[in-house]
Every structure is written in C-alpha cells, then in structure tokens.
C-alpha cells in the first residue's frame, strides 16, 4: 500500500475524510415527487459541513426486477461500488398503499456486503402520515441486512400543499429544517464510528 493510501485510509479510519452519503430516491413513477425532495435534502447535507453527497435516482439505475444467481447484470455491477463507498445512506421515499416502493425493495434485495454496518437515514412523503408508515417497514427490512436505521427522520405529510404561491418548497420549511439537521448530526454520527470501527474489526461473518 503506498503512502498517500495509507495516509487517506488512516484519515478515514480517524473520523477526518468526509462522510460519503449516498441519497437514494426511491420512486421511479411518472410525475413523482422524490426528485424535488430529494434535491432539497442533499443542499441541506451539503451544507452540514463534512459531508460528500452522491445521488442515485432508481429511475436511472435500469436495475431488473427478476434477481438471477451468478454473474450480477451490468446495471447492479455499475451501482454496487458506488454502494460500497458509501458510509451512510438517506433514502428518499414516498408512501404508497401503507408501505415502500417496489423499485426500492428490488434495489435493497440486489445488494448485501453494501449495507452492512452502515446507518441509513430517512426523507418520506406522502399524505397524513407523511410517509412514516413506509419507514417503519423500512427500518425492519435494513436491519435483516444488518443495517442501523436512526432514529430521527425527515418526513412530509400533505406534500402537495407545501409550494408556496412562488412555487417554493417548502412553504414553511423552519421544522424541515431542524429535522434534516437533527437527522444529519446522528447519521454522520454514525457514520464515522461504524467507519472506524470496520477498519478496525472485519463485521462478524
């Protein structure tokens, strides 16, 4: 291993590099609302200071719904290293008949080594429950695979009523704010300990 590789990994192990956050948005449906939000969130974890944002739109992975044994298809070998690199994970979802995507399940399902031990943090949208209910089955599905779901999340109920009469989002964004932040302040959190602690101890097999 040469010096400066050491020297990043030794950074990373450390707490120093920045958090790699890969923000995921999980509806793939014409007319969706996840891009919006989604793009709200990442500024707001820009601009926590220490963070490296990398998007995934699921609409433009191509990732097939059929899982097969053997050799991954190329859509799941383009994405799994970008999983990898990943220190922590915000998912961006909306809520549809009480639960999640099916295009989110079938990407969680692609992947395994990628999640594990690593936070996953939550944006949701939807109607009266703002998409809670999709989280919480959410949280049981990532902790099979080993995965620490936090405990804050930011979430959006009414969605639609959210533009202000200039077309801004959202239209009352102080308690959003304070969410994302809250949120963001345990995710990385998390994300440097888990990080450090893997450098440190390989995860149980």
């Not at 995934?56 to 097939?64: K, N």
Request: glycine residues 8%; hydrophobic residues 45%.
């Amino acid at each position: 291993m040469s010096t400066d590789t050491t020297a990043r990994a030794s950074a990373a192990a450390s707490g120093d590099a920045p958090v790699r956050v890969c923000v995921i948005v999980a509806s793939t449906r014409e007319g969706r609302f996840g891009p919006t939000a989604a793009a709200w969130f990442r500024e707001r974890a820009r601009g926590h200071g220490g963070v490296a944002v990398d998007p995934v739109d699921l609409a433009g992975t191509r990732l097939p719904e059929r899982l097969t044994e053997g050799e991954p298809p190329a859509a799941v070998a383009a994405l799994a290293p970008r999983l990898a690199a990943a220190d922590a994970f915000v998912v961006v979802t909306p809520e549809y008949n009480h639960s999640f995507p099916a295009p989110l399940k079938t990407a969680i399902d692609w992947f395994v080594d990628e999640w594990r031990a690593k936070p996953v943090g939550f944006v949701s949208y939807g109607g009266v429950s703002g998409g809670l209910r999709a989280v919480e089955q959410l949280r049981q599905v990532f902790a099979e695979l080993r995965a620490v779901t936090v405990r804050d999340s930011v979430s959006f109920a009414d969605f639609w009523d959210r533009f202000d009469a200039e077309g801004g989002w959202p239209s009352e964004p102080e308690a959003a704010e304070e969410a994302a932040a809250r949120m963001l302040d345990e995710l990385t959190w998390w994300a440097r300990a888990l990080r450090s602690h893997r450098a440190a101890v390989p995860y149980p097999a």
